[in-house]
């Protein structure tokens, strides 16, 4: 079951890839549609088998390198982290690639569009069912070139080309501090397998590590470093810039991507090593605090742009702070529920905009949008769900996990527990503002499209609305169906059966098992269902306040917005232009080295370059013409050659052993 | 100095001389008769070292055969002797010096200091009833038939070699094919009878061969 | 000695035994169908390769010698001799079609490299100077003719001199070593020497010098710098299917020829022959990345490259235990699969019904013949050393060993050399790829050809997910070198 549900998507890469030629473009769509769909089945009876029966396992597929006493196996570890990521990222990938085959239809590579796809799948599920680091590595990196090939798929855009190169590089950044921590685990535990990590981690807290010349206690040095790849994989502050520009690539492929399963690879890094993050508390302050900036941060981009994707994107960016402060307060189950609602609502957000945009002719831009509802009604109901679910209104999925997480954030009672948990409650309430901004500007208002647009306006076909109708039902149900088994206390679920107290499987212990480990004394979840009932209330209050502010900015009082924009100038453009983060870097480290890089260059006074690349490249190349000419072609001046080279070495022996032969 | 030494030096000397002499006339057709020289004269320091059998078969085999053949290649072809020699003071004094050198580190190795008399048991001469052609064959063809059946193998690649690298068959050489000669039936193989109208003066019947490349009759 | 003659005690010989009568049987009747039946006997050699390596395959490779000690069988040996007999495979199979066009089908061809193969087979087999010595003559006259096949162009006919000549230089200097060995050790069998060179100290510099004469005719085959002047000219001026099998077969067999020598009867000299091997290999790395740069002609490139490869081998060689061997197998192993690749390329190389040679024929390839510019492209980046190629673990696992037994110098200059080798690699690909098309090559009928580049190109580029079944069976085999 487990192969069919990681290695399905593979054949189906395999034959689209290979034979797209030979199949054709429906037999490519055809097979890898039913390839990430056999998955998205297996899944679910694993999630049974697993989840509920509580019966994780791992199993060795094959060696995979052995050197010394280094040893990495392909293997999958099937327990029960893996397998809702596995689930996520299988469901969501099946509905995406459903989805793609009416978005794409008018592309002319579409073979190699869903090869990529599918390949992205399997690389994603390789990295979620790793036993070691070094599969998971594999995984992480195959994402990554998946992501690059999938942003810039539409080569022939220079900003897409851009864009792409752009993620590659930022996410370099992040594997690089990925691979120092391989190293680092593998110095301190002599070993790549999670089983033997996890093991040994309570052992190691004290131990000291000595990382360029700061020594300090392995086990953070090592969480920080892991999580310096999170921050660049899952676009955290200070890493993010690639997020909003990867909105290049085709929509599809943002939704897959950037919203639900690639984006919340480091969320899962840092779950699945939780065993080893409960013995580093700094390095769960850090992630807190960086997950709160993120949140409040991209938060407030999200409220000025005008790109309907940019909007999700970074409320995309907003929601995995959310995580990671969840995260950062030992809430692993919390971050784990809202990294699953998120998928659900986010990929629904990201597929209707993609519906509302190829309805619009390619149109991105809100400001030219407006007053479409009644055109694509099917389009409006589905935005409308995904924005509920996003702004945590009551009962949808995104309500329950993003209360889950400020309540934990809360009941950690550090402060940067309380740190995260208001600047939760500052992007809760941005997140309802521009999720309906994005909403009113879209749907309602004028037509501010021209004729031309507006006449060819249509609702998408079906084979789009269907992922996107199950993607709604996930979004209304995901919630309240998963809030017991993800975070649910052992406490409340008891049942009274036959007249007797009887504790419910379907709660947070029993549920994660031994996949995701919390001490005691950690254990915030527990104590996020006993905090006081306005911290529980404030999230929807303020939710609903920044709907209702988001009504008289953009639909009652038109206008206002750019009177207040102008009124607080320096703010909005602080948010408009995104912090100035782009700018920032590429005064430092952009127009750095390409300045160095100039100095170095032709263009430079060109001294550096005659005594460096140039100056090398002649001399090799001068050794060889020297080479090259010694290949007279006379076989006397060959045998001359061997005749020189036998002397040589005999004199050199004799002169080495002094000429002289004992007698 | 017995007898036997000194026969030993002679033949030594015999064949560096000749090997020298190979190596520097100008003329290639007495360079292969200083070879058959030297040959022979380490037949017969072989013959010293009673191994007769190796004695006779490099005189049979190099100097009667192989030499030979040489000798007709060698006079065949007209090789222009001032060419072969373009290059040879240019490259004298390099080669002079590896030859140098290669000589006193071979000297150095093999010299007196290993090689002395004094380091060996001078060996005890074979009686006359013992049959060096025996002795040989007899380790051949037991301890050492593994080599000498590869050697068989070389030979017969060897046989190969030459056909593939020599043998052409041009095409306006007439060639008898004797398989076909023998086949040949008294019947129509041999004559044709072709019928024609008689003509007003008496001419004899035309007979025709079998095929105009088999002049078997 | 004078027992009654066993068959059974023959038995570790029997795939070169059975090898041996075929390629017989082929040359009779060979010689009566004459050459219209040389598709015939090249379908009868491929079957009898085939059949050898299963008899080898069914063998228990476990150490055993035959009368007179003079042909050991081991792992090391098996493994080698399964190597040599795949290439020899996939030669025959590449040249049936390559014969015809050049119109040299003369059945000889399938026989002559039956024999060299089986002298290859015998080679790795040798445990005395004098089978050693037999055996690669065997495979040498076989390949010189091989190298002048196409005997009425200038071109092969000068690449057989030259090889016979120089070939017969090394065959010279090899036997004046093994006569030097002979007489200071007093036995041609290594097992002997082995045991007589317990206590050298005496005899130490003439043994040496000995073997140094011993390594230059070994050298030679691998065409190791300074010994190494004949293979650009050969492997240009020879057909190209023999081109072909002069990469893939004997560099294989001479080496494992010269690390059985080296830790057999040597073992004991490993600090005394490393500084030799160390001189050979440094000067062939370099040779071979630096004097292919300004190279037009494929066939020669590949010659430089080929060079730098045995280079890199040679590092293993040095390192002298269990894993330097074992990361030489697997190089050799790797290398071999990613050379039949790119000459099954070389091998398609034809326009207008003539061979072409030059990498400017080349150019747009990436148009004219997608799947085979890939493919090529893959092979000539592993071969390169890029990762995940298979051809970055072959240098990856030589570097670490290197590195492990403390030869930092040789690792860094390995992978320097590596750097400058990069270059003419990625330049092919660059015409292949960004240069203005020629015209395209004729259409590639040959069946095996395409599927030789199938399977190394998938080879190369799967390599990563599956190394270690191939890792160890190559670390394994070495290990039949060190138990005594």
Known sequence: MELLAVFSPLAGFLIAFLFGRQVGDKGAQFVTCAGVIVAAIASVVLFSQVNLADAPYSRVLSEWIVAGDFVANWGLRIDQLSVVMMCVVNVVSACVHIYSIGYMSHDEHKARFFAYLSLFTFAMLMLVSADNLIQLFFGWEGVGLTSYLLIGFWNHRHSANAAANKAFVVNRVGDFGFVLGIFSIFLLFDSVQFETIFELAPQMAGVQLEFLGITGPALTIIGLLLFVGAVAKSAQLGLHTWLPDAMEGPTPVSALIHAATMVTAGVFLVARFSPLYEYAPEALMVICVAGGLTAFVAATIGMTQFDIKRVIAYSTMSQLGYMFFALGVSAYGAAMFHLVTHAFFKALLFLGAGSVIHAMSDEQDMRRMGGIWKHVPATYVMMWVGALALAGMPFFAGFYSKDIVLEAAWADHTWFGMFAFWMGIAAAFMTAFYSWRLILMTFHGRQRADEKVMAHIHESPNVMLMPLVVLAVGSIMAGSAFYGGFVGSPSDEVVMRDGQAYVSAWNKEHFWGESLHVLPQNDTVEAAHHVPLWVKALPVVVGLFGIFCAYVFYLWREGLPERLAGALRPVHQLFYRKWYFDELYDLLFVRGSWSLGLVFSKKGDGGIDRFGPDGFALVTWKIGALLRRMQTGYVFHYALVMMIGLIGIVSWLVIRSGGVVAP | MGFEKFLFYVFAAITLFAAGMVITRRNPVHAVLYLVLAFISSAALWILLEAEFLGIVLVLVYVGAVMVLFLFVVMMLDVDIATLRAGFIRYLPIGALIAVVLALEIFLIVGPANFGLQQFPSPVPAGPDVSNTEELGLLLYTLYVYPFEIAAVILLVAIVAAIRLTLRRRPDTKYMDPAKQVRVKKGPDRIRIVKMPSESAAVPAVAASAAPQESTE | ?484
């Not at chain 3, 399964?82 to 199979?93: K, N, R, S, W």
């Not at chain 3, 097992?191 to 003439?206: K, N, Q």
Request: with cysteine; net charge neutral; charged share 10%.
């Open chain 3, 1 to 484: 000695m004078q027992g009654e003659f066993e068959f059974s005690a023959w038995v570790p010989a029997l795939p070169e035994i059975f090898l041996a009568l075929a390629s017989m049987a082929l040359l009779v009747a060979g010689a009566f169908i004459g050459n219209k039946g040389t598709r015939v006997v090249c379908y009868a050699a491929l079957w009898s390769i085939a059949v050898t390596a299963l008899i080898l395959i069914g063998r228990d490779w476990g150490r055993s010698l035959v009368p007179g000690g003079m042909f050991v069988m081991d792992s090391f040996a098996g493994l080698t001799k399964l190597m040599i007999l795949a290439g020899l495979f996939a030669v025959v199979a590449m040249s049936i079609r390559y014969l015809h066009q050049e119109q040299i089908n003369r059945f000889e061809f399938p026989v002559l490299v039956m024999f060299a193969g089986l002298g290859m087979m015998l080679m790795v087999s040798a445990n005395d100077m004098l089978s050693l010595y037999v055996a690669l003559e065997l495979q040498s006259l076989a390949l010189y003719v091989l190298a002048a096949f196409h005997r009425d162009t200038a071109y092969s006919a000068e690449a057989g001199i030259k090889y016979f000549v120089l070939g017969a230089i090394s065959s010279g200097m090899l036997l004046f070593g093994i006569s030097l060995i002979y007489g200071f050790a007093g036995s041609t069998n290594f097992d002997m020497i082995a045991h007589r060179l317990e206590d050298m100290e005496a005899i130490r510099l003439p043994i040496l010098v000995g073997l140094v004469f011993v390594l230059v005719g070994l050298a030679f085959k691998i065409s190791a710098v300074p010994f190494h002047m004949w293979t650009p000219d050969v492997y240009q001026g020879a057909p190209t299917a023999v081109t072909t099998l002069f990469a893939l077969v004997p560099k294989v067999a001479a080496m494992a020829l010269l690390i059985r020598v080296l830790f057999g009867p040597f073992a004991a000299m490993a600090p005394d022959w490393g500084q030799i091997v160390t001189l050979l290999a440094v000067a062939s790395m370099i040779v071979g990345a630096f004097a292919a740069l300004g190279q037009e002609n494929i066939k020669r490139l590949m010659a430089f490259s080929s060079i730098s490869h045995m280079g890199y081998a040679l590092i293993g060689v040095i390192v002298a235990d269990e894993g330097g061997v074992g990361s030489v197998m697997l190089y050799l192993l790797i290398y071999m699969v990613m050379t039949a690749g790119v000459f099954a390329v070389i091998l398609s190389m034809r326009r207008d019904n003539l061979a072409v040679e030059s990498i400017g024929d080349l150019a747009g390839l990436a148009r004219t013949r997608p799947f085979v510019a890939f493919a090529m492209a893959a092979l000539l980046f592993s071969m390169a050393g890029v990762p995940p190629l298979a051809g970055f673990f072959g240098k990856f696992f030589i570097f670490v060993e290197a590195v492990d037994a403390g030869y930092y110098v040789l690792a860094v200059l390995g992978v320097l050399t590596s750097v400058v080798a990069a270059y003419y690699y990625l330049r092919i690909v660059k015409v292949m790829f960004f240069d203005e098309s020629a015209e395209p090559f004729d259409p590639n009928k040959s069946l095996s050809g395409r599927a030789v580049l199938f399977v190394a190109a998938l080879f190369v580029l799967t390599f990563i997910a599956w190394p270690q079944p191939v890792i160890s069976i190559a670390y394994d085999a070495s290990k039949a070198l060190f138990i005594q």
